[in-house]
């Protein structure tokens, strides 16, 4: 793991190593997520929550979430996550405009979105079949 993705990186740098935003101590900073298609894979993340996504054209096109501070890339050599064990939740504002998005992009919802106290969750599976979570706080 390096920087933004096996050598890319978000900004100009003359410095080897891994960029000072990915480097909190007890962070979650860097994630694989498993792809059929890694170029599918981004396009929907790209489209569904504004990740950025770097060396598109490549086997192995990495990204930076929308706040900057979580990288990683997706993989051909692991798993599918169709069975959620460790569920990862990512935040969106408009819990039905994502879902909306989700369905249009070739993901799948699998639990539609519900109220847990203040909050709304609900279950997606991106294109590739694996399993995340949304969560929106407030009202819907």
Do not use: C
Not at 43 to 72: C, I, K, L
């Amino acid at each position: 793991m390096s920087g933004a993705g096996d050598g890319e990186r978000s900004g100009p740098t003359d410095q080897p190593g891994v960029e000072s935003r990915l480097k909190r101590s007890g962070s979650i900073s860097y994630l694989h997520i498993p792809a059929v298609d890694v170029r599918e894979a981004a396009e929907f993340y790209e489209s569904v929550f504004g990740w950025t996504v770097h060396g598109r054209d490549t086997d192995r096109p990495s990204f930076e979430d929308a706040t900057g501070n979580v990288g990683g890339a997706w993989m051909t050599d692991q798993a599918i996550s169709r069975k959620p064990g460790l569920l990862l939740y990512i935040y969106v504002d408009q819990i039905d405009v994502t879902v909306g998005l989700i369905t249009t992009h070739g993901g799948e919802i699998v639990a539609p979105a519900y109220p847990e106290g203040d909050l709304w969750v609900a279950t997606f599976r991106d294109p590739a079949g694996n399993v995340l979570g949304l969560w929106q706080e407030g009202p819907r």
